[in-house]
Nanobody
């Protein structure tokens, strides 16, 4: 059974930084594209950033480009989301997701393209 466990969320002030982690088990992590999504109250879940299986390819939502950075450590089965210059509108539950990938640059943007999900971690940014 595939498990994804997020950690690192919390309450921060606008302009602060935060790093989220997602630890994976039960599947071949190095063969999976990984994504971070977020869902704010009353809004749909949205794509934030994704990384290809090898770690060389990434995709970012325009709203977080230049502020967020995704990385992965295949030896530790972990993907990270470094968030900087946080804004109140970044407040949401952040979810980690995984999808088996054949190609290194395959990074889905649609939530429906991911097979496995974590339970989410709350990020709250106060103004």
């Amino acid at each position: 059974q595939v498990q994804l466990v997020e950690s690192g969320g919390g309450l921060v002030q606008a302009g602060d930084s935060l790093r989220l982690s997602c630890a994976a088990s039960g599947h071949t992590f190095s063969s999976s594209a990984m994504g971070w999504f977020r869902q704010a109250p009353g809004k749909e879940r949205e794509f934030v950033v994704g990384i290809g299986r090898s770690g060389f390819s990434t995709k970012y939502a325009d709203s977080v480009k230049d502020r967020f950075a995704i990385s992965r450590d295949n030896a530790k089965n972990t993907v990270y989301l470094q968030m900087s210059s946080l804004k109140p509108e970044d407040t949401a539950i952040y979810y980690c997701a995984a999808r088996g990938a054949i190609f290194n640059n395959y990074i889905p943007r649609l939530a429906s393209d991911y097979n496995y999900w974590g339970q989410g971690t709350q990020v709250t940014v106060s103004s």
